[in-house]
T-cell receptor, first 116, second 113 residues
Framework: AQSVTQLGSHVSVSEGALVLLRCNYS??????LFWYVQYPNQGLQLLLK??????LVKGINGFEAEFKKSETSFHLTKPSAHMSDAAEYFC??????????????FGTGTQLKVEL | GAGVSQSPSNKVTEKGKDVELRCDPI?????LYWYRQSLGQGLEFLIY????????KSGLPSDRFSAERTGGSVSTLTIQRTQQEDSAVYLC???????????FGPGTRLTVT
């Protein structure tokens, strides 16, 4: 069985500050890991993914995440927050397939607020 | 190109009624997934289809829920005898193949009164 834990259901940062959203996973097999973003009343948009290879993954909108097997973590970061980054972020895991396997197991989400 | 589309965008129904939710995947995508997003349960996998293979129904919460995919394209999720706990946003996703990146539709918000 796989699971994902997102620490902090709400995170607030100032515009221009570092964004750090935490994700820890549990998997008995090598995981494939994803971060999705959801804007109000919209579907999920893929930010980035880790399957194999380089552990530092760069995604869209300036976000990146680092896969750390020893810490079972896949934290999402962005050096400088913009107002437009305010949204809900979901970490997800699956275990098979070249690009994501079949069913995704999601964390409970982190609502990011960006303040002036 | 066109993304995943879902209809209706909103559905209000009375407890005990049946509802059908529709998903049009991206053209050429062979895999199709249904998820449910609710306040109490977060994002949950429901079912997926891959080509002509038998669907993985392991996430369906009860036998009131069923889904079909006709002609390897459009999918319909049916909920019979709706209950208030069925109120949620139902999300559909498709991928080029099983294991490929999943692209999500905007969802159908279901409210059971």
């Amino acid at each position: 069985a796989q699971s994902v834990t997102q620490l902090g259901s709400h995170v607030s940062v100032s515009e221009g500050a570092l964004v750090l959203l935490r994700c820890n996973y549990s998997s008995s097999v090598p995981p494939y890991l994803f971060w999705y973003v959801q804007y109000p009343n919209q579907g999920l948009q893929l930010l980035l993914k880790y399957t194999t290879g380089a552990t530092l993954v760069k995604g869209i909108n300036g976000f990146e995440a680092e896969f750390k097997k020893s810490e079972t973590s896949f934290h999402l970061t962005k050096p400088s927050a913009h107002m437009s980054d305010a949204a809900e972020y979901f970490c997800a895991v699956t275990s098979s397939g070249a690009g994501g396997g079949n069913k995704l197991t999601f964390g409970t989400g982190t609502q990011l607020k960006v303040e002036l | 190109g066109a993304g995943v589309s879902q209809s209706p965008s909103n559905k209000v129904t009375e407890k005990g009624k049946d509802v059908e939710l529709r998903c049009d995947p991206i053209s050429g995508h062979t895999a199709l997934y249904w998820y449910r997003q609710s306040l109490g349960q977060g994002l949950e996998f429901l079912i997926y289809f891959q080509g002509n293979s038998a669907p993985d129904k392991s996430g369906l919460p009860s036998d009131r829920f069923s889904a079909e995919r006709t002609g390897g394209s459009v999918s319909t999720l049916t909920i019979q005898r709706t209950q208030q706990e069925d109120s949620a946003v139902y999300l559909c996703a498709s991928s080029l193949s099983l294991g490929g990146e999943q692209y999500f539709g905007p969802g159908t918000r279901l409210t059971v009164t």
